[in-house]
């Protein structure tokens, strides 16, 4: 892990889905360029943070849009829960979001902490489940190869 990161990829957070998992690296290095934003100059670290934080926000949205369609795709059994997982996430990040603007200077290195432990949490147990799922349905000769790929639109 290099000075400026607050997290590193491990091979143990594959999920088995590649789509998915590229875009696990993705977050990571969002969430390791917003720390690295959280030691500049303050002036500096506004800009920096919540140009990197609107460029997560975006990804994140469109990552979860893209494990939502595989879910959806194998009737994976516990969408709603997966769901409500994304939606209080969207929902933490709106009140930090809000709570920079607002002035409050102990934002950004409390949101790259909230951000690395869910990652890693989300990614680790409720990401993982989803993998598992899909190994039994390969293993059962329930799942067609196409059918993980999200599709967009």
């Known amino acids: 892990m290099s000075e400026n990161s607050i997290i590193k990829w491990q091979d143990s957070y594959s999920i088995g889905i590649k789509l998915v998992d590229e875009q696990h ?13 959280c030691i500049l100059e303050q002036d500096q670290l506004t800009n920096v943070f919540m140009t ?16 939502m369609k595989i879910m959806e795709r194998v009737n994976y059994p516990h969408l709603e829960t997966h769901r409500n997982e994304h939606k209080k996430f969207a929902k933490e990040v709106l009140t930090q979001v809000e709570d920079f ?19 890693l949490n989300h990614v680790a147990v409720s990401d993982k489940k989803i993998g598992d799922y899909l190994v039994t349905l390969k293993k059962s000769g329930a799942l067609d190869r196409m059918t993980l790929a999200a599709k967009k639109g």
């Not at 290095?29 to 934003?37: G, I």
Request: proline share 2%.
């Open 25 to 37: 690296k993705e977050l990571i290095n969002l969430t390791n360029k917003l720390f690295t934003s």
């Open 52 to 67: 990197t934080l609107h460029e997560a926000v975006d990804y994140v949205v469109y990552h979860f849009d893209t494990e």
């Open 101 to 119: 603007k607002s002035g409050k200077t102990t934002v950004p290195i409390s949101f790259v902490n909230f951000l690395k432990n869910w990652v």
